[in-house]
């Protein structure tokens, strides 16, 4: 890690107990000047997920966190900023005692091949210069059989994973701790650091994939991350490298 004194650290800590979407909330406020602002809620009532998905967010059963910052280097940097909450995710839980998670490109949380949680970047700014980013992560930690029902995807809860699920504060100390550090180390050195560390826990990287573009469908095998954040796949005619936001990925293998 690098020393505290080099930290942002947090520039304020909120926990609502009902917003429309925490990404939403921090959005409509400016960013800090140093450091993060930090918004958790018991529930939400609009929860959202990436491309205009909603995202299931029942009360007091689940982590529904964003952090807003700033970073500099312009608005190319944002690509690979998922990655690095994901990262930072994936190395807490085992602290927590839950081994496995793997992360599917970009913003996708597995265990055992399932959707344990996801990751909402937002934000914007200009070409170079400070970029503000509102990073949002959902983690699914005891999912009510009620709301279950309305989710369309394979998902998974940390109550299912083991017995003693840790308490949701304890939950997004940790999280919150590890994220911290990482989006510190991701803006003094960019994402380089970050991509034999994502390396570990790539969850596509050997799998045959199909990648959609537009209305095309690019189908190969994914071999790991470009040095921005792309994912990079072995297509019978050549390679394709494909950028967050332009493409969904499935496993088909
Ligand atoms: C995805 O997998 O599509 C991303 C899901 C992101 C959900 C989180 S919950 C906290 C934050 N507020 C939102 O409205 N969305 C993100």
């Known amino acids: 890690g690098i020393a505290p004194a080099q930290r942002a650290g947090i520039a304020s800590l909120e926990a609502a107990w009902q917003i429309d979407s925490t990404n939403s909330e921090l959005l409509r406020r400016a960013a800090p000047a140093q450091g993060a602002d930090i918004l958790l809620a018991e529930r939400q009532s609009g929860g959202r997920g990436r491309r205009g998905r909603a995202w299931s967010s029942p009360l007091a059963a689940n982590l529904y966190l964003s952090l807003s910052r700033q970073f500099g280097g312009g608005l190319a940097r944002l690509g690979g900023l998922s990655l690095v909450a994901g990262v930072a995710v994936a190395e807490a839980l085992p602290a927590l005692g839950y081994d496995g998670v793997r992360l599917k490109w970009p913003n996708d949380l597995l265990a055992d091949g399932r959707k344990l949680g996801g990751i909402l970047v937002e934000g914007g700014g200009e070409h170079a210069g400070p970029v503000r980013a509102v990073i949002g992560l959902g983690l699914n930690v005891r999912m009510p059989a009620a709301a279950a029902q309305s989710i369309d995807q394979p998902w ?61 469908s690019h189908e190969g095998i994914a071999t790991g991350i470009a040095a921005d954040g792309a994912l990079r796949v072995r297509l019978a005619d050549g390679e394709g490298v494909f950028h967050s936001g332009e493409v969904s990925v499935r496993r088909v293998g």
């Open 156 to 216: 998974i809860d940390l109550a299912s994973l083991r017995d003693g699920t840790p308490t949701r504060n304890a939950v997004a100390a940790a999280l919150l701790d590890r994220m911290l550090a990482a989006f510190d180390l991701f803006d003094a050195e960019g994402l380089a650091p970050f991509l034999p560390r994502y390396e570990k826990y790539d969850a596509l990287r050997g799998e045959a994939v199909s990648v959609l573009t537009g209305n095309a």
